[in-house]
């Protein structure tokens, strides 16, 4: 949703943008830069809602207490929050999540449009990532969600989707929806996600040297580098005050990433049970392989599995969760030799950002396997796919061992790697593509 509003103020002068959501995470660094400037054009809402601890032990509750709690919320940020200087054309929400967003926007649009008399109303545009009632457990509930969902949204104005799966099935369950007001938008990766040369993957990595090498065994006698000139990944050699010159460090640890939201639809558990046997494999084979597999992201089941992890005997492969500030996110996915994607659509339909984020930076990633997954990764093509902890190790192990062979080859440079990130040069950009398939969708709905 920042990059829907980032490309909004790129329109010019004339277009304000309103961007409502939860307190928590800081607004990308060109978003930032709007909201700190004097021209005013970028408003942020941030609101945070109460957690009623005692009603989380009945579901049914609980459940109603979040949508009652949400809407009012939602109304107070929609209805007075936004700035009443500038009429409101149009309201983009993200679904999921549906309940009580969807009917919430509606109203709001028909409310504004009496308020504002003989002017049109704003029109509702939804961005489909996912189903909302797919992501509920409980059967009751995702019976009530899926009705509700499927109640309000052809009363949105125009809709957008990640995939054409996704198209396809609102086309089928939703026929009312006209076809020509569905767009597909795949997501892709902005202009900060891209290639580094050697002497930025330094920087970076000298940054997060000392975060990077916690976990590491002492014997990879990373924790004794000097992160000035020497880093996990790179070295620099000084010729004078401005003359450097860098270079990828020979015998360096291969370098895997993963973002994960340590959510029960991403099982982390298979990534660790992957390197386990990948830990394994490099000892029967006598491999001098080594592997620096850093996570990043936040969520309810992160403390778990750190305390897993630390429990974990590894010799070859090394685990390191890290918090990343959102500048520096990218430039670590740059140094990567390849990315792992635990991701499973609760819908079948969606396709994971991390992927796009990944090959933005034309780092091919491994990629749990799942519907619709083969509209973003091509097995072979640009990345591999896996349906289990037995496959993900393999791979992991076909791409990385040649590593061994060119001890000073640069990140994912080397063996089919540097295949899959070839095949990855030339996508498309998210300001291009949004400018050529949400724009429309977004003019037509005013």
């Not at 929050?81 to 549906?98: E, F, K, M, T, W």
């Not at 969807?102 to 504004?112: E, I, K, T, W």
């Not at 593509?433 to 969708?441: D, K, M, Q, R």
Request: charge should be negative; hydrophobic fraction near 40%; glycine fraction near 4%.
């Amino acid at each position: 949703m920042q990059y829907h509003a980032l490309s909004l103020l790129e329109l010019g002068d004339h277009v304000t943008v309103s961007l409502v959501g939860y307190t928590g995470e800081e607004l990308i660094d060109p978003l930032g830069e709007y909201r700190d400037s004097a021209n005013d054009r970028l408003n942020v809402i941030r609101f945070c809602v109460p957690s009623f601890e005692p009603l989380k032990r009945v579901k049914i509750l609980y459940f109603a207490y979040r949508v009652l709690s949400l809407s009012i919320y939602l109304l107070y940020a929609l209805l007075l929050s936004v700035p009443s200087r500038h009429p409101v054309d149009g309201i983009l929400l993200q679904n999921p999540p549906a309940l009580p967003l969807l009917a919430v926007a509606l109203l709001v649009s028909r409310l504004r449009g009496v308020l504002r008399r003989h002017q049109p109303r704003p029109r509702v545009i939804v961005d489909w990532h996912n189903l909302g009632f797919s992501m509920l457990d409980n059967p009751q509930l995702k019976r009530i969600a899926k009705a509700y969902e499927f109640y309000f949204a052809p009363m949105a104005d125009g809709h957008l989707t990640v995939t054409y799966a996704m198209k396809d099935y609102l086309l089928e369950q939703l026929p009312t929806i006209p076809s020509t007001s569905i767009s597909v938008l795949y997501d892709c990766p902005p202009v900060m996600f891209e290639a580094l040369d050697t002497s930025q993957q330094h920087a970076i990595m000298s940054k997060l040297h000392d975060a990077l090498v916690q976990a590491t065994p002492r014997s990879w006698q990373l924790q004794s580098l000097d992160s000035t000139n020497e880093t996990i990944l790179t070295s620099r050699q000084q010729f004078s005050k401005t003359r450097f010159a860098y270079a990828i460090r020979r015998n360096r640890p291969a370098l895997i990433t993963s973002s994960t939201s340590w959510t029960p639809d991403e099982d982390f558990g298979l990534l660790l049970d992957a390197l386990v046997l990948l830990d394994a494999k490099v000892e029967r084979e006598a491999s001098s392989l080594k592997v620096l597999v850093v996570v990043t992201g936040k969520g309810p089941q992160k403390a778990f599995y750190e305390t897993k992890m630390s429990q974990l005997r590894l010799t070859s492969v090394a685990i390191q969760t890290i918090w990343l500030e959102p500048g520096d996110y990218p430039k670590l996915l740059a140094c990567a030799d390849v990315a792992v994607s635990l991701h499973t659509s609760t819908s079948g339909l969606d396709l994971p950002m991390k992927i796009l984020d990944s090959y933005g930076c034309q780092v091919p990633v491994c990629a749990r396997n799942f519907d619709c997954l083969d509209e973003l990764v091509q097995d072979g093509h640009n990345g591999r796919i896996f349906r289990d902890q037995y496959e993900l190790s393999e791979q992991l192990w076909e791409v990385l061992s040649p590593l061994t062979e060119q001890p000073d080859a640069a990140p994912h440079q080397f063996g089919d790697l540097k295949e899959y990130s070839e095949n990855l040069k030339g996508r498309m950009r998210w300001q291009d593509n949004w400018t050529e398939h949400a724009l429309p969708v977004l003019l037509s709905s005013q």
